[in-house]
T-cell receptor, first 113, second 112 residues
Framework: GAVVSQHPSRVICKSGTSVKIECRSL??????MFWYRQFPKQSLMLMAT?????????EQGVEKDKFLINHASLTLSTLTVTSAHPEDSSFYIC?????????FGSGTRLTVV | KQEVTQIPAALSVPEGENLVLNCSFT??????LQWFRQDPGKGLTSLLL?????REQTSGRLNASLDKSSGRSTLYIAASQPGDSATYLC???????????FGTGTRLKVLA
């Protein structure tokens, strides 16, 4: 079946630095990918829709300048958390549209110290 | 706007019990619904994907049903085991889009 690989699975960074998270579709091409965020003890919330070759579409309340999304190829979307702060510590997960539906990556746990 | 609700929020059962987790959604114009498992501090594991044309999907001890007309899906776990302890999430796409809306999950604890 379709596989979405997300890297890294865990990352710890210092406050003020930027962190890049990669989401790859391994055996299919994905023109559309989605990025979600999960705060502790809460469910996943959609952050943005990533479209290959065009600008991402952000959900209301998500800062596009803080969460930079690049979808430069049909198999790779990246989410960069810029100038990360402790409140950005969260679980981030991507999903990609495949032939049957949507496949989710395993997620990235970001801790900003 | 799609809203997904899961009941109960938490459940604790002795090992061996059969149990049912409930998921309800407000917009029935969905093309599929997914159930996931999430272990503490870990990522999502996809359990079952039910297409809108299906009423049930089974995988091992898991059985998921979908009733679009009533806006409900259930996840049935047979002969529960301590290893089944996790949070179970259901997700349905928002109307007319491919954006998934997640429920708040059911935290399951199976006691040995």
């Amino acid at each position: 079946g379709a596989v979405v690989s997300q890297h890294p699975s865990r990352v710890i960074c210092k406050s003020g630095t930027s962190v890049k998270i990669e989401c790859r579709s391994l055996d299919f091409q994905a023109t559309t990918m989605f990025w979600y965020r999960q705060f502790p003890k809460q469910s996943l919330m959609l952050m943005a829709t990533s479209n290959e070759g065009s600008k991402a579409t952000y959900e209301q309340g998500v800062e596009k300048d803080k969460f930079l999304i690049n979808h430069a190829s049909l198999t790779l979307s990246t989410l960069t958390v810029t100038s990360a702060h402790p409140e950005d510590s969260s679980f981030y997960i991507c999903s990609a549209r495949d032939f049957y539906g949507y496949t989710f990556g395993s997620g990235t746990r970001l801790t900003v110290v | 706007k799609q809203e997904v609700t899961q009941i109960p929020a938490a459940l604790s059962v002795p090992e061996g019990e059969n149990l049912v987790l409930n998921c309800s959604f407000t917009d029935s114009a969905i093309y599929n619904l997914q159930w996931f498992r999430q272990d503490p501090g870990k990522g999502l594991t996809s359990l079952l994907l039910i297409q809108s044309s299906q009423r049930e999907q089974t995988s091992g001890r898991l059985n998921a049903s979908l009733d679009k007309s009533s806006g409900r899906s259930t996840l049935y776990i047979a002969a529960s085991q301590p290893g089944d302890s996790a949070t179970y999430l259901c997700a349905a796409p928002s109307s007319g889009t491919y954006k998934y809306i997640f429920g708040t999950g059911t935290r399951l604890k199976v006691l040995a």
